[in-house]
């Protein structure tokens, strides 16, 4: 068997998919062994997540006063588990991945590669890592648009990419108006603005265009 032309391609077979567990799955587990899970509440003290929920609170005041209060931590860490919990259970990453992987310039479009630690918290947990691309990959969309740009985009995905197969997310909203995102809407604005929001090169609120210049380009 071992002589045979199919004996040594089993065997190299069997060989690179050891080699690809040890690599994959066993070194990280040695290099992040001793760093603890951050929970919900260590993600939340984010200097740049706590300014985009203090923007939602200024953008929307009146809904934002009537489910979340005032934009503290508290409330901020709520709003993340919340705006998970609706990603995961709406199938969002059924659509869309969150893992930037080594090939094809990913990481010219979607920012660096993927690294085992920023999967090290509670919010990725289980990780959505995701196989199809249907939509862009998430891992750096947070600050890259405005609250404004994502409620209109979760309101009615078409209004801004034409062609979309993404569906309305109209429940996130009282009285079907993007203007008036609900609980569950400023929830999963908050989750979208947070991925990504631990790199350095995460972007300047002030830097962002203008909603109607972001609708000309929706997938920059």
Same mark, same amino acid.
């Given at each position: 068997?071992?002589?045979?032309?199919?004996?040594?391609?089993?065997?190299?077979?069997?060989?690179?998919?050891?080699?690809?567990?040890?690599?994959?799955?066993?070194?990280?587990?040695?290099?992040?062994?001793?760093?603890?899970?951050?929970?919900?509440?260590?993600?939340?003290?984010?200097?740049?997540?706590?300014?985009?929920?203090?923007?939602?609170?200024?953008?929307?005041?009146?809904?934002?006063?009537?489910?979340?209060?005032?934009?503290?931590?508290?409330?901020?860490?709520?709003?993340?588990?919340?705006?998970?919990?609706?990603?995961?259970?709406?199938?969002?990453?059924?659509?869309?991945?969150?893992?930037?992987?080594?090939?094809?310039?990913?990481?010219?479009?979607?920012?660096?590669?993927?690294?085992?630690?920023?999967?090290?918290?509670?919010?990725?947990?289980?990780?959505?890592?995701?196989?199809?691309?249907?939509?862009?990959?998430?891992?750096?969309?947070?600050?890259?648009?405005?609250?404004?740009?994502?409620?209109?985009?979760?309101?009615?995905?078409?209004?801004?990419?034409?062609?979309?197969?993404?569906?309305?997310?109209?429940?996130?909203?009282?009285?079907?108006?993007?203007?008036?995102?609900?609980?569950?809407?400023?929830?999963?604005?908050?989750?979208?603005?947070?991925?990504?929001?631990?790199?350095?090169?995460? !972007?300047?609120?002030?830097?962002?265009? !203008?909603?109607?210049?972001?609708?000309?380009?929706?997938?920059?």
């Amino acid at each position: 068997m071992f002589e045979s032309k199919s004996g040594i391609l089993l065997i190299a077979g069997l060989g690179f998919f050891l080699f690809s567990v040890l690599s994959n799955a066993l070194v990280p587990v040695l290099l992040y062994k001793n760093l603890p899970e951050k929970t919900v509440e260590e993600l939340a003290d984010n200097q740049n997540l706590i300014y985009q929920f203090e923007d939602l609170s200024q953008r929307y005041p009146e809904q934002f006063e009537k489910y979340y209060g005032e934009p503290d931590q508290k409330n901020l860490a709520a709003a993340l588990r919340l705006g998970r919990d609706l990603y995961v259970g709406e199938g969002c990453w059924h659509c869309h991945s969150q893992n930037v992987r080594p090939v094809s310039n990913e990481s010219t479009r979607w920012g660096k590669v993927a690294s085992s630690d920023e999967y090290q918290n509670e919010l990725n947990r289980p990780v959505m890592w995701g196989t199809r691309r249907v939509g862009p990959d998430l891992s750096r969309e947070g600050g890259r648009r405005g609250n404004d740009w994502q409620a209109v985009h979760l309101f009615n995905p078409q209004s801004l990419s034409p062609g979309s197969p993404m569906p309305k997310y109209e429940w996130f909203f009282d009285d079907k108006n993007p203007s008036m995102p609900n609980k569950r809407g400023i929830a999963v604005i908050t989750y979208i603005q947070w991925l990504g929001s631990w790199l350095e090169e995460y !972007p300047y609120y002030e830097d962002y265009k !203008p909603l109607e210049d972001q609708m000309l380009n929706p997938l920059e």
